[in-house]
């Protein structure tokens, strides 16, 4: 009977070690689990910053260009000409402005119905 007794304890301690090694890997598993997804999460934005590193760059030696080009008088000339309408000393500025497409149109309302006739004859007489 002892033997018996013994067979079924030993049954017994074979699934608590078996229960015990799930728990432990279980375990690991889940303390592994939370760093892996940090180190992604990091990963992925370290990508993003990267990306955001080469657009600064591209930005930055653009600019550079355009600091060298602007230490050009005749750029820094053609420049306030294009941007800002200077002229030069003795030289003069025409601007041509487009055509009119309509005529003056006046609310239907006070005091503007009463300027209508009178605007309309100022515009036929002229």
Known sequence: MATAVAGLSGGFD???RNLVVALVAVGVLLVLAVPARAYLAQRSEIART???LAEVRRT???LKE???RLTDPAEVQ???RREFGLVGVGEESYSILPPATAG???PNAWP???LAGPVARAATAG
Do not use: E, I, P, S
Request: aromatic share 4%.
């Open 78 to 80: 053609r420049t306030a």
């Open 66 to 68: 355009r600091k060298a």
């Open 50 to 52: 990267r990306d955001q």
């Open 112 to 114: 503007f119905d009463r």
């Open 14 to 16: 074979h699934r608590r």
């Open 104 to 106: 003056l149109v006046l």
């Open 60 to 62: 930055n030696a653009q």
